[in-house]
């Protein structure tokens, strides 16, 4: 390994150089997403005369599509707050300079008094935005761990701060239950009864019951089929299929649940989970964060403990806990949930697991 990509601090670097100031970057005051910098930098010198000057705004608009909406988002404000940290500190943003990246992802683990430190998580996608800004405006990429100043501040705050992710509780069948004694209103509890039930037996994201249709509802004897046109690890929008059954109890159906919210609200198309008003007024699709926070006052209402555990990612997370404590196989799991990652599937069962060895050692025996 090279001495530039060696990731060990060492005396020399404990302290860091101030960076050369070279006024502040040239990237856009507004960058509307990092991509954007390709399109600017390496497609607008086409005049509009051009012959090519189409085929750069449409090269443009491929371009922007090869990164997700809500990466695209991220990119856009990740790169924004480092543009402004730099223009605060009279730095360079446009080219940075590694010692300028150094500096600024130790201000978001330790930013003082006022403000929390940032995840390990967190710092990790800025350095890929501040990366990505600068490879797509043909620029050297200051914030790889090929550079020593980056890669040991880095490796520091990890040890630091530590790596885990919080995880989202499991809404177990259970806990479900639970919630449904606890709904109020006879519209809108329709209408969160089948949502729950469906992101739980469908194992879905908040964005997927967000973007589900009624044109993707097929129905059959054995129960329904769910087309998910995209999803989070299906970015270019190959689709999949979700099966989910009739159930074996009324109570706790989930195609009888959504039959029912269906026919009360009378959505005959569109979103298939609406807002609900005051006085059961039904509006428009939901967006994935009320989703989540749909959820969150649901357990709240039920008094289930610790609400603030729990949250949209809580159905998926309940379904492999419940199928993989009821002898499903993680193959089979994986099919339902679109995994691409053993780890991840296995996560929660051990979750679970450690749930049941906490209980278990509180018998006193």
Same mark, same amino acid.
């Given at each position: 390994?090279?001495?530039?990509?060696?990731?060990?601090?060492?005396?020399?670097?404990?302290? #860091?150089?101030?960076?050369?100031?070279?006024?502040?970057?040239?990237?856009?005051?507004?960058?509307?997403?990092?991509?954007?910098?390709?399109?600017?930098?390496?497609?607008?010198?086409?005049?509009?005369?051009?012959? #090519?000057?189409?085929?750069?705004?449409?090269?443009?608009?491929?371009?922007?599509?090869?990164?997700?909406?809500?990466?695209?988002?991220?990119?856009?404000?990740?790169?924004?707050?480092?543009?402004?940290?730099?223009?605060?500190?009279?730095?360079?943003? #446009?080219?940075?300079?590694?010692?300028?990246?150094?500096?600024?992802?130790?201000?978001?683990?330790?930013?003082?008094?006022?403000?929390?430190?940032?995840?390990?998580?967190?710092?990790?996608?800025?350095?890929?935005?501040?990366?990505?800004?600068?490879?797509?405006?043909?620029?050297?990429?200051?914030?790889?761990?090929?550079?020593?100043?980056?890669?040991?501040?880095?490796?520091?705050?990890?040890?630091?701060?530590?790596?885990?992710?919080?995880?989202?509780?499991?809404?177990?069948?259970?806990?479900?239950?639970?919630?449904?004694?606890?709904?109020?209103?006879?519209?809108?509890?329709?209408?969160?009864?089948?949502?729950?039930?469906?992101?739980?037996?469908?194992?879905?994201?908040?964005?997927?019951?967000?973007?589900?249709?009624?044109?993707?509802?097929?129905?059959?004897?054995?129960?329904?089929?769910?087309?998910?046109?995209?999803?989070?690890?299906?970015?270019?929008?190959?689709?999949?299929?979700?099966?989910?059954?009739?159930?074996?109890?009324?109570?706790?159906?989930?195609?009888?649940?959504?039959?029912?919210?269906?026919?009360?609200?009378?959505?005959?198309?569109?979103?298939?989970?609406?807002?609900?008003?005051?006085?059961?007024?039904?509006?428009?699709?939901?967006?994935?964060?009320?989703?989540?926070?749909?959820?969150?006052?649901?357990?709240?209402?039920?008094?289930?403990?610790?609400?603030?555990?729990?949250?949209?990612?809580?159905?998926?997370?309940?379904?492999?806990?419940?199928?993989?404590?009821?002898?499903?196989?993680?193959?089979?799991?994986?099919?339902?949930?679109?995994?691409?990652?053993?780890?991840?599937?296995?996560?929660?069962?051990?979750?679970?697991?450690?749930?049941?060895?906490?209980?278990?050692?509180?018998?006193?025996?």
């Amino acid at each position: 390994m090279s001495p530039e990509a060696n990731p060990d601090p060492s005396p020399e670097i404990e302290i #860091l150089p101030p960076p050369t100031h070279q006024g502040q970057g040239t990237a856009p005051a507004q960058v509307e997403l990092a991509l954007v910098a390709a399109d600017r930098h390496s497609l607008a010198s086409f005049e509009p005369d051009d012959p #090519l000057f189409e085929t750069a705004r449409k090269a443009g608009e491929y371009i922007r599509a090869s990164k997700a909406a809500a990466t695209r988002r991220a990119y856009d404000s990740d790169w924004r707050h480092f543009e402004g940290w730099c223009g605060k500190n009279g730095l360079a943003s #446009l080219p940075a300079e590694p010692r300028s990246v150094a500096l600024y992802i130790a201000h978001l683990a330790s930013p003082g008094e006022g403000e929390s430190p940032r995840k390990a998580a967190t710092i990790s996608r800025r350095l890929t935005s501040i990366n990505t800004v600068h490879k797509m405006a043909g620029l050297d990429s200051p914030a790889t761990m090929n550079h020593r100043l980056v890669a040991a501040t880095f490796h520091g705050i990890r040890r630091t701060l530590g790596t885990a992710q919080t995880r989202k509780k499991p809404l177990t069948r259970e806990r479900l239950i639970k919630i449904f004694d606890a709904l109020e209103g006879p519209i809108a509890a329709a209408r969160d009864k089948a949502l729950l039930l469906i992101g739980f037996a469908g194992a879905l994201r908040r964005s997927e019951l967000a973007a589900m249709r009624f044109e993707d509802v097929i129905w059959h004897r054995k129960g329904i089929t769910i087309r998910l046109p995209r999803s989070k690890t299906d970015q270019e929008a190959v689709g999949r299929e979700v099966e989910i059954l009739w159930g074996v109890h009324d109570q706790t159906c989930p195609v009888m649940a959504l039959e029912n919210w269906l026919k009360i609200a009378q959505v005959k198309d569109g979103p298939v989970f609406r807002s609900v008003g005051q006085y059961g007024k039904v509006g428009g699709g939901l967006h994935p964060n009320s989703i989540g926070r749909l959820v969150k006052d649901l357990v709240r209402k039920a008094k289930i403990s610790a609400p603030q555990l729990y949250g949209g990612h809580s159905l998926r997370a309940g379904f492999v806990t419940e199928a993989s404590a009821n002898g499903a196989t993680d193959g089979q799991i994986m099919k339902q949930t679109g995994h691409t990652s053993l780890a991840m599937v296995r996560r929660y069962a051990r979750a679970d697991q450690q749930d049941k060895q906490s209980a278990e050692s509180k018998l006193g025996l």
